[in-house]
């Protein structure tokens, strides 16, 4: 045998081949159950493909219906109509409120799953200006929701309360928000239950809350603030003056950079 060739022998002897004719030799007897298996995770494959592929364009689909509604929400009123508008524009309020509704309607009823109670919180917040009862009843359905879009509904309800007169359910639904604001601030919060009281002739608790919150640091600056101080000055001036004075900015606060140097 010449030298550096291994005999046929030689061969069926080595763990390597007799490992790879055992392989082939089971994988002859068992070909169709292979083919089927293969077959079977060829398809799986293939469906786990094509369910991606179409919950990717439906999320896309969905995000985009979801953005025409707020463009409609987001749209300008101008009659007659720019030359070059920026973004949507309709003719009249009405319109726009039709228009975002509708838009937000849409998003809800067709896909449920990604956006269904948020789009019909706005579709409700354009119509109640033109149906308000309808309005009114989605606001209430999803203020009974334990989380901060059902915090928001009730917020909206207890406005539609007031601008309908009904002062004492406007009460009920803010003193129910004050439990579980979500993340609305409970300042603005204790300003509209005061602005309630006015409205019922509880002045008393109307004051309070106007002075609590102008008393406060966090909002003594702020709108917020201003607006109860300005309450305040009619109903109690004189808890004006017990009021600490606004907080005096520093001129040099941002002058860090000068070092040492002294300003005369």
Not at 16 to 37: F, G
Request: proline share 5%.
């Amino acid at each position: 045998m010449a030298k550096g060739r291994v005999s046929a022998q030689d061969l069926k002897r080595d763990p390597l081949m007799q490992q790879y004719v055992a392989t082939s030799a089971w994988a002859k007897s068992n070909s169709r159950p292979i083919l089927k298996w293969l077959t079977i995770a060829a398809v799986i494959v293939a469906v786990v493909w094509i369910g991606w592929m179409l919950y990717s364009r439906r999320a896309s689909n969905a995000a985009e219906t979801l953005a025409e509604a707020f463009r409609w929400h987001e749209a300008q009123v101008a009659n007659p109509v720019p030359a070059n508008p920026q973004g949507y524009v309709a003719t009249t309020e009405e319109d726009k409120h039709r228009r975002a509704y509708e838009a937000f309607t849409k998003a809800a009823n067709d896909y449920p799953s990604y956006y269904g109670d948020m789009a019909r919180y706005h579709a409700a917040v354009h119509q109640v200006y033109f149906e308000p009862e309808k309005a009114e009843a989605t606001f209430k359905e999803l203020a009974g929701k334990d989380s901060n879009l059902g915090a928001q509904a009730r917020l909206a309800l207890a406005l539609r309360y007031e601008a309908a007169g009904k002062n004492q359910e406007a009460l009920a639904e803010y003193q129910n928000l004050k439990s579980k604001p979500g993340e609305i601030s409970p300042a603005s919060i204790d300003f509209n239950t005061a602005r309630v009281y006015e409205a019922l002739g509880k002045t008393t608790e109307a004051i309070d809350l106007y002075f609590s919150i102008a008393n406060n640091k966090d909002y003594r600056s702020t709108g917020l603030g201003t607006s109860c101080v300005n309450r305040l000055s009619v109903l109690a001036p004189e808890k004006v003056d017990q009021l600490p004075p606004p907080e005096q900015t520093n001129p040099f606060a941002n002058l860090g950079g000068l070092g040492g140097m002294s300003i005369r």
